[in-house]
Nanobody
Framework: QVQLVESGGGLVQAGKSLRLSCGFSGRTVTAYSMGWFRQAPGKEREFVAAISWTGINYSSDSVKGRFVISRDNTRNTVYLQMNSLKPEDTGVYYC??????????????????WGQGTQVTVSS
């Protein structure tokens, strides 16, 4: 069993930055890619970015150039550095783990583990 715990969400003004963290514990996750997803009010959950155990990463077009995903395997933590935030980035951000490539993490069905989410609110 793997447990994922997100942190770092909050209220921030547009144009500012925020860093999310996702700590994972439990069985070894060396074969897992880790991903970030978000869900805005009234909308479906969407893929944001993902990263493999070796650091290969993939991001959605909507955040490319603004968000950076990274992971520290020694700390069992995945990060999402969010820069130049926009009001449309508002939502609950979830961390998830899956035994697939970072690009394949875009398909959210059957991902192995999910965190509880952390709220990010960007004010205009």
């Amino acid at each position: 069993q793997v447990q994922l715990v997100e942190s770092g969400g909050g209220l921030v003004q547009a144009g500012k930055s925020l860093r999310l963290s996702c700590g994972f514990s439990g069985r070894t996750v060396t074969a897992y890619s880790m991903g970030w997803f978000r869900q805005a009010p009234g909308k479906e959950r969407e893929f944001v970015a993902a990263i493999s155990w070796t650091g290969i990463n993939y991001s959605s077009d909507s955040v490319k150039g603004r968000f950076v995903i990274s992971r520290d395997n020694t700390r069992n933590t995945v990060y999402l550095q969010m820069n130049s935030l926009k009001p449309e980035d508002t939502g609950v951000y979830y961390c998830a783990a899956g035994r697939r490539t970072p690009q394949a993490m875009r398909v959210m069905s059957d991902l192995d583990y999910w965190g509880q989410g952390t709220q990010v609110t960007v004010s205009s």
